[in-house]
């Protein structure tokens, strides 16, 4: 049975003046998954956001989050979703409970259920011992978890994370990725922007790559790195004798005499590799080491946009 989308959008649109920046963007984002949406400078990710989030208008088309119309039902829509943008949000003179507090102030909860659900959120994201420092003393990984906590006082269904690793270093960023991966494990759907295309990869089960105002691919990671050619097979080889052989065995493949490597375009599945390796074994010549390459998401944005990753903006 089809999974259910918790955001789905239709012919939107968005222009600022004479400059469109949604030129009729199509998504669905399956109930419980993470999706990365990525692009260049200036291909409207952010304005996507924004719309989805009821920040900004549309122009044309339709969206449904959550099952409500952001346009027609803002306030439900509202009710549903958390939003971390890329810059942290916390009040740095207030303590991290403080911050929490507020936030469900801000969602109306009851004074009791508001203090429960704070600390709660405090000791998911391993803040309780810096619960009652102001956030001014925090490092950027704690100002960044606390963020992502106070987009989840209210419950959301749906969470958008516009960028959310930015500025966090590697350790930082690899246990952000845990705490997301952990919120999708629990049902809730993300929708997250990332100039970090590892990001992309690690975390999204779907992607899409917006260019121009336009969807211009989308599909799981995998399925996007199999539109890109490239992907090949390195084989090594210990003495002379056997790399020579191999090099006339191998059609096509391409020699680095200095190294005793062989490169043979493949796709690098199972099949590919063992049907491989046994054309050498029928000439009793056997690899030193072997590896597979394939296409990773920077490939094929690059052949998707005609820019390199660098180019993945706000």
């Known amino acids: 049975m089809p999974v259910p989308a918790a955001i789905s959008v239709r012919g939107l649109r968005k222009a600022y003046g004479e400059k469109v920046v949604l030129d009729g963007v199509d998504l669905d984002v399956p109930a419980g998954s993470i999706f990365a949406l990525l692009g260049p400078n200036g291909a409207g990710k952010t304005t996507t956001v924004s719309i989805l989030a009821t920040l900004v208008a549309a122009d044309g088309g339709t969206a449904r989050v959550a099952g409500h119309d952001p346009a027609r039902d803002p306030d439900a829509v509202r009710a549903s979703i958390g939003v971390t943008g890329q810059f942290s949000a916390v009040d740095g003179l207030l303590t991290g ?26 000791e998911r994201f391993d803040l309780v011992d810096a619960a009652r420092k102001p956030t001014a003393t925090y490092s950027g990984g704690m100002r960044r978890r606390l963020d992502l906590a106070m987009g989840l006082v209210g419950r959301p269904r749906v969470l958008f994370l516009d960028e959310p690793s930015t500025g966090l270093d590697p350790r930082s960023r690899r246990a952000l990725w845990d705490v997301i991966r952990e919120l999708a494990a629990t049902g809730v759907t993300i929708l997250l922007t990332t100039q970090y295309l ?53 059609t096509g493949a391409v020699r680095d005499d200095t190294a005793l490597a062989l490169q043979v375009a493949s796709g690098g599945t199972a099949c590919e590799i063992r049907d491989l390796l046994d054309q050498l074994d029928r000439f009793g010549v056997t690899a030193a080491r072997l590896s597979v390459h394939t296409p990773d998401l920077d490939d094929v944005f690059l052949a998707l946009t005609g820019r390199p990753a660098e180019a993945i903006s706000r």
């Open 198 to 250: 590892e990001e992309a990869d690690q975390l999204a089960d779907f992607v899409a790559v917006l260019d121009h105002g336009r969807i211009v691919a989308g599909g799981t990671p995998d399925e996007l790195k199999g539109l890109v050619p490239g992907g090949h097979v390195r084989l090594v080889f210990a003495d002379a004798a056997g790399y020579d052989v191999a090099a006339r065995v191998l």
């Open 97 to 122: 409970e403080e911050n929490l507090v507020l936030m469900a102030d801000l969602h109306h909860l009851p004074r009791a259920e508001g203090r429960r659900r704070a600390r709660d959120l405090l």
